[in-house]
């Protein structure tokens, strides 16, 4: 009983050290790192897609991250009416990238904002 008490209590002592910061005035945050994006070049381009209409990719440090074919949070399989819609909504995911906001999702409240509006 006492060497199961005393393991325990290691058990318990260890945990307490790993959980500590090595400098006491070190906060630990589990926020996402907003920096890693901050810096770098995020770039759009709008393809044209199916059914005469238009979608975007994402490249980030020219490396793929987003193929956009379709309008984001609508079923279906066409893409946005115009470019100017697709501009717009890359523009968005974008700024969404650069703030840390990964996956960079969009609403239909924030297509409704920018003027675009799709069927279900």
Same mark, same amino acid.
């Given at each position: 009983?006492?060497?199961?008490?005393? @393991? =325990?209590?290691?058990?318990? =002592?260890?945990?307490?050290?790993?959980?500590?910061? *090595?400098?006491?005035?070190?906060?630990?945050? =589990?926020? %996402?790192?907003? *920096?890693?994006?901050?810096? /770098?070049?995020?770039? /759009?381009?709008? =393809?044209?897609? #199916? $059914?005469?209409?238009?979608?975007?990719?994402?490249?980030?440090? #020219?490396?793929?991250?987003? $193929?956009?074919?379709?309008?984001?949070?609508?079923?279906? %399989?066409?893409? @946005?009416?115009?470019? &100017?819609? /697709?501009?717009? +909504?890359?523009?968005?995911?974008?700024? &969404?990238?650069?703030?840390?906001?990964?996956? %960079?999702? +969009?609403? &239909?409240?924030?297509?409704?904002?920018?003027?675009? #509006? /799709?069927?279900?």
């Amino acid at each position: 009983m006492g060497k199961l008490l005393i @393991f =325990f209590a290691l058990i318990l =002592f260890s945990e307490r050290i790993y959980l500590q910061p *090595s400098d006491p005035g070190t906060t630990i945050s =589990f926020l %996402p790192d907003t *920096s890693r994006y901050q810096d /770098a070049l995020i770039t /759009a381009s709008l =393809f044209t897609a #199916r $059914h005469q209409t238009w979608g975007y990719d994402i490249y980030v440090n #020219r490396v793929l991250l987003i $193929h956009q074919p379709t309008i984001p949070c609508y079923s279906g %399989p066409n893409g @946005f009416a115009t470019r &100017k819609e /697709a501009l717009a +909504v890359a523009e968005l995911v974008i700024t &969404k990238i650069r703030r840390g906001q990964m996956p %960079p999702t +969009v609403t &239909k409240t924030e297509l409704s904002a920018l003027g675009i #509006r /799709a069927e279900d």
